[in-house]
């Protein structure tokens, strides 16, 4: 008993982090509670309630298996697949946004790893560089593309050409890192291979479906009614769906809404911000950046477009930012959350925080020139 609930505890730590932050706030300004319901970007939470629902019905279907089997009889060395499944991540994510990439390139990933010696934690890791680099050169690729582009009135194809030197840069780094990370070795497989029996045809279809019918209504912008249509269908046909979706999840996505949103609304921090060098576009990249650290890139291009309407930096800043610590964008909770590995947080900061200073020294300095 003991050891269970110690290992709910490190599951759920970041969850009972953000958690104690926000009520200590929540303390010291009472009369915000009743912002709180603002604070919480539905369209996101629904977005991402269908998008777990739905891949829980993959993985249980055990399409993630047969597709992580195929990919280990093409290719054979270690870095070979590092490299597929980065450049996966990076392309995937450019029109289908970071965070849907992730929910099928991590699967993918934990599959690979049940059925090989090799150790590819760390592709996890790049994972996670990779769709913050991949989708960033969309107006569509990630949320604070879309709020930015939105306000910068510039045309789709307008923006992809101001991205597109960041988009090179971070890709090329990200690839770099996993040149030199993975070996040439040849992957060990396991002595239990793959069994083609545990592939449900039935929940396969089922859940290919909901995904067709996930991409119309996030078109139509119908996800209030797609998301208690799929529940109620998993429900009725395949209820172990229901029993092995991450709520918890969810619940960890409000929490983060509201405390990062709370943060930047606080008085003292919006007059504290006004004396930041913001005026200046090498300015403007650096604080929306350095902001992303605290809460993360999506309120802090909210935040900081209330300071500084060169959008050109402010896009440059908060998605460099989403490479910095974990908390600096969703996406990489998304990468801890779905991977289940606490080792996995030490890893993404060896790598992520180098990687963001050396693009934040860059950058800073050609955008000062």
């Not at 209504?217 to 269908?233: D, G, H, N, Q, R």
């Not at 619940?251 to 006004?274: G, K």
Request: charged share 10%; proline share 3%.
């Amino acid at each position: 008993m003991t050891q269970k609930i110690v290992k709910f505890i490190r599951k759920e730590a970041l969850f009972f982090l953000l958690s104690g932050l926000l009520i200590v706030l929540t303390a010291i300004y009472p009369a915000r509670i009743k912002e709180y319901p603002s604070y919480i970007h539905i369209d996101t939470i629904l977005t991402l309630f269908a998008l777990i629902l739905i891949t829980t019905g993959f993985k249980l279907s055990g399409f993630f298996d047969r597709f992580a089997w195929r990919v280990l009889k093409q290719l054979k060395i270690e870095r070979e697949v590092a490299f597929f499944m980065v450049l996966l991540s990076i392309g995937l994510s450019t029109f289908l946004t970071n965070d849907i990439t992730l929910f099928i390139v991590v699967p993918v990933t934990l599959s690979l790893q049940n059925m090989m010696e090799n150790d590819m934690t760390t592709l996890l890791v790049l994972e996670a560089l990779g769709v913050n680099a991949g989708s960033l050169l969309t107006p569509i690729g990630n949320p604070q593309n879309i709020f930015l582009w939105h306000n910068w009135g510039i045309s789709f194809v307008g923006f992809m050409v101001k991205m597109l030197p960041l988009f090179v840069f971070m890709c090329a780094g990200v690839l770099l890192i996993t040149t030199f990370s993975f070996s040439g070795d040849h992957i060990v497989l396991k002595e239990t291979h793959y069994d083609s029996q545990r592939f449900s045809s039935k929940l396969f279809i089922l859940s290919l479906v909901f995904m067709v019918l996930f991409i119309i209504a996030l078109l139509t912008k119908s996800m209030e009614y797609f998301v208690p249509f799929v529940f109620v269908m998993y429900l009725i046909f395949a209820f172990d769906v229901i029993k092995h979706t991450d709520f918890m999840l969810i619940v960890l996505f409000i929490v983060m809404f509201v405390l990062f949103s709370f943060i930047a609304n606080i008085p003292l921090v919006a007059e504290l911000t006004r004396h930041l060098n913001m005026h200046t576009r090498a300015g403007a990249f650096l604080w929306s950046a350095l902001f992303s650290q605290i809460m993360s890139n999506v309120p802090s291009a909210i935040f900081t477009s209330k300071f500084s309407h060169d959008f050109f930096a402010l896009a440059y800043g908060t998605n460099v930012g989403g490479t910095g610590l974990i908390i600096g964008s969703i996406a990489n909770i998304i990468v801890i959350r779905l991977s289940g590995k606490k080792e996995v947080i030490s890893k993404f900061h060896k790598y992520s925080i180098p990687f963001f200073v050396v693009s934040v020294v860059v950058i800073y300095i050609l955008l000062s020139v």
